[in-house]
């Protein structure tokens, strides 16, 4: 009589497996969420009652609720997409050229804020240019929305340590104190300007497909992130 039979556990998802399975399920959620916020707004466009305050307002619930969900699913897509990353297909990397396009995409908040981007001459590394902008315009937008009263200062610096590149990422903003490995946590809230994302979590993800490591360390005011990447 044969014996009872005993489960093989799972093999665990790879990284490719797992930004496969994410993508797909984005690509299925944008559909009803489209469909949710384009009816809500013609419902609220071709209303009959007038001055029907709670109906305009349920509408504006429905709306704004797809849009924000619609915000999760595209930071969710942007971590599939970094979970994909293929080192075989690396590339130079000039990073003072892409950080100035992640400034030039930013430029309407950097303006609106008053906000001050400094940084001085950045490497050449192997990787992916369109993740790693993608980095940086995550960074600049974490910073923006930790803004104090006073105006903001964001440095991003570089320095050679061996066979690495050490980076940082500092300013003067609100800080994250003893939220340092919090603030990768994807959809974690660290401020009240600050919309929960997986933007830093995105970032590390991007940082470690590329052969590198990031941190967060306490400050006296504001934040400083540190990423190593290798050098080329």
Wanted: glycine share 8%; with cysteine.
């Amino acid at each position: 009589m044969p014996g009872p039979q005993i489960a093989t556990p799972a093999a665990p998802r790879t990284d490719a497996e797992l930004s496969e399975f994410l993508m797909r399920a984005c690509h299925d959620l944008r559909g009803p969420l489209r469909t949710v916020r384009i009816y809500s707004e013609l419902m609220a466009k071709n209303r009959t009652a007038v001055g029907d305050h709670d109906n305009d307002q349920s509408l504006g619930f429905m709306a704004s609720g797809a849009t924000a969900a619609g915000a999760v699913v595209d930071g969710i897509t942007d971590y599939a997409l970094a979970l994909a990353i293929d080192p075989a297909r690396f590339q130079p990397a000039l990073l003072d050229v892409i950080l100035r396009s992640a400034m030039a995409k930013q430029a309407l908040a950097i303006r609106e804020s008053g906000a001050q981007v400094v940084y001085g001459e950045l490497p050449t590394v192997m990787g992916d240019a369109d993740r790693l902008l993608q980095m940086f315009e995550y960074l600049l937008d974490q910073a923006l929305r930790r803004r104090g009263s006073e105006q903001l200062r964001i440095d991003f610096a570089a320095e050679r340590q061996n066979d690495a590149w050490l980076f940082t990422v500092s300013d003067n903003g609100a800080a994250v104190a003893d939220a340092q490995e919090r603030a990768f946590t994807p959809f974690a809230r660290l401020h009240s300007n600050q919309r929960p994302g997986p933007g830093l979590a995105i970032c590390r993800a991007i940082v470690e497909r590329h052969g590198g490591r990031m941190w967060a360390e306490a400050a006296r005011e504001g934040c400083v992130f540190r990423f190593t990447l290798p050098a080329e």
